[in-house]
């Protein structure tokens, strides 16, 4: 998987995904991570990209020239190689909103593009000449489209095969059937006095699934009761969530 990044601060994008499991994976060259800094765009003397907005109104707005020819440096890269025009995504509260499915289907793609925004936004010119896709990671206003990049980088990355260690551990988890996960343990057996739950230290391999899964729902009943109404509950499940 190859991403490339398109931003104001390449700096920030490196220092994150170079740590943990994200850092590992560049260093095995299973992801590849490229970042562009749009400033070197600019072919204005004072290396400015931004200006007042037409129109009047609070704040700059990013000028569409810097932003496209950012985009275009990267795209002809990946098109001789590859042969596909590759996705580009744009970070913007006004996007679809990001999940595990859209993790899912994205972690197939062979290079994506991110696209982050400072200021009050993108000429809106240079993003319908580039932008495949507006994404939102939730309903709050963050300063730019960094941190949205990384938060998709990092769902993303662990989806790629070699990513993590364990290629089982992306697989029973929370999301994947709209459930929320069951709390973990691990040695000691008391901290401060508290108890790993009796279950867990049985070895009764069907009592440690059953109590497992009713915390899930227990979970997903009080924090994401949205959740259940989309999960493939059996009838012992839905027993249980009438208790
Ligand atoms: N840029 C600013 N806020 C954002 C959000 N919530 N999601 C994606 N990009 C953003």
Redesign the pocket.
């Known amino acids: 998987m190859n991403f490339y990044v398109l931003t104001l601060f390449p700096e920030m994008i490196r220092q994150c995904l170079s740590a943990s499991i994200t850092g590992r994976a560049l260093e095995k060259g299973i992801l590849q991570l490229d970042t562009v800094d749009i400033r070197d765009f600019s072919e204005n003397k004072h290396n400015r990209v931004d200006d007042y907005p037409y129109g009047g109104g609070a704040g700059m707005v990013m000028a569409p020239g810097p932003v496209v020819r950012a985009c275009r440096s990267i795209q002809g890269k990946i098109e001789i190689e590859s042969q596909k025009v590759p996705r580009v995504i744009y ?3 006004q ?1 679809k909103v ?1 999940d595990q499915t859209m993790a899912e289907e994205l972690s197939k793609e062979e290079n994506l593009i991110f696209l982050c ?1 400072h200021y009050e936004g993108i000429d809106e010119r240079a993003l319908e000449m580039v932008v495949t896709d507006n ?11 960094e941190l ?1 990049s990384m938060v998709m980088m990092d769902a993303i990355s662990r989806l790629v095969p070699g990513v993590l260690n364990n290629e089982t551990s992306a697989e029973f988890e929370t999301f994947q059937d709209n459930l929320l996960e069951y709390p973990q343990y691990t040695r000691p057996e008391e901290f401060e006095g508290k108890k790993v739950p009796e279950v867990l230290l049985s070895g009764h391999h069907a009592r440690i699934e059953d109590w497992r899964r009713e915390q899930s729902l227990k979970r997903t009943r009080e924090n994401r009761p949205d959740m259940l109404e989309k999960a493939a509950l059996t009838e012992k499940d839905k027993k249980f969530l009438h208790t």
Do not use: K
Not at 135 to 145: A, C, E, H, P
């Open positions: 970070l913007t509260p996007g990001f925004g994404v939102s990671i939730g309903d709050y206003v963050l300063t730019g489209g949205p």
